[in-house]
């Protein structure tokens, strides 16, 4: 089962900040939080993963609690190629532990 | 560089029929999974490949799922005889190792069981 809890469905206006939380209230401290996101008929892509420190590349920011607890990952201007299902999953580095994914929430980007 | 490419799109069979898919990872990565979507879920893991090996495979329902990644690079799922319920995306992925952070996904197999 997955270790994560996320929202079913979120909106977001076009052009402004898209803000998806997770829940991970069991993670171990030898866990990352991933995100990866799946658009309409292709396969997920990685995003984003992260420990402990807040995280940002070129696609997005993943902001993790002080307690690990939770995690936002953060589009800082969703556009309409961002809809999407976002699947956030937790997991051992390195160790070769498989990814779990769960139902993710979908993100509609509105115009 | 290509991604994972996968063969067919989309597959439309009969019920008690085979079918296989075919998935050929980027160029250098040991590590392969097959995965199993279903209609408004995540992907779940069937199999894993590490090169011609397969390391975990207790999520393939053996008694009519097989697979083989011979050679260790590309690899053919297989349905024998396939059921209403296999009706799902098939989707293959690579990662240059198992401990890698990132998967790289296929675009996926859409089976259609009637």
């Known amino acids: 089962d997955a270790k994560t809890t996320q929202p079913t469905s979120m909106d977001c206006a076009e052009g402004r900040a898209a803000n998806l939380p997770c829940n991970h209230s069991t993670i171990s401290g030898n866990e990352y939080v991933y995100w990866y996101r799946q658009i309409h008929s292709q396969g997920p892509q990685y995003i984003i993963h992260?420990?402990?420190n807040n995280e940002t590349n070129e696609m997005a920011s993943l902001i993790i609690t002080e307690d690990r607890k939770s995690s936002t990952l953060i589009l800082p201007h969703a556009t309409l190629r961002d809809t999407a299902v976002y699947y956030c999953i937790v997991r051992v580095r390195g160790d070769g532990q498989n990814f779990v994914f769960g139902p993710g929430t979908r993100l509609s980007v509105l115009p | 560089e290509a991604g994972v490419v996968q063969s067919p799109r989309y597959k439309i069979i009969e019920k008690k029929q085979p079918v296989a898919f075919w998935c050929n990872p980027i160029s250098g990565h040991n590590t392969l999974y097959w995965y199993l979507q279903n209609l408004g879920q995540g992907p779940e893991l069937l199999i894993r490949?590490?090169?011609?090996?397969?390391?975990?495979d207790s999520q393939l329902p053996k008694d009519r799922f097989s697979a083989e990644r011979l050679k260790g690079v590309d690899s053919t799922l297989k349905i024998q005889p396939a059921e209403l319920g296999d009706s799902a995306v098939y989707l293959c992925?690579?990662?240059?190792?198992?401990?890698?952070?990132?998967?790289?996904f296929g675009p996926g197999t859409r089976l259609t069981v009637l």
């Open positions: 490949y590490e090169n011609e090996e397969a390391v975990d």
């Open positions: 992925a690579s990662s240059p190792t198992r401990a890698a952070s990132e998967q790289f």
């Open positions: 992260g420990l402990k």
